[in-house]
């Protein structure tokens, strides 16, 4: 039986102004928020750069089982 896992969904609306939004990092021994614009710019440039590189749903999907499948044999 195959597993989902789903994210929480984002607040709405969701906050566009840079002064709204924080980065939140969790480590091993706590937490950090960032809260200044140029954290949150190279945050946002960061995750922008892994949206654009990112498979659509399905081929991750097929990506994942094949290297699921992999490490099983």
């Given at each position: 039986m195959a597993?989902?896992?789903y994210f929480p969904?984002?607040?709405?609306?969701?906050p566009?102004?840079?002064?709204?939004?924080m980065i939140y990092v969790d480590t091993l021994t706590g937490a950090l928020y960032?809260?200044?614009?140029?954290?949150?710019?190279?945050?946002?440039?960061?995750h922008e750069q892994l949206q654009a590189l990112?498979?659509?749903p399905k081929?991750?999907?097929d990506t994942l089982r094949t290297i699921g499948a992999d490490l099983i044999t």
């Amino acid at each position: 039986m195959a597993r989902r896992c789903y994210f929480p969904p984002m607040p709405d609306p969701y906050p566009d102004g840079a002064e709204e939004r924080m980065i939140y990092v969790d480590t091993l021994t706590g937490a950090l928020y960032l809260d200044r614009p140029s954290e949150i710019a190279a945050y946002a440039a960061a995750h922008e750069q892994l949206q654009a590189l990112a498979l659509a749903p399905k081929p991750t999907r097929d990506t994942l089982r094949t290297i699921g499948a992999d490490l099983i044999t």
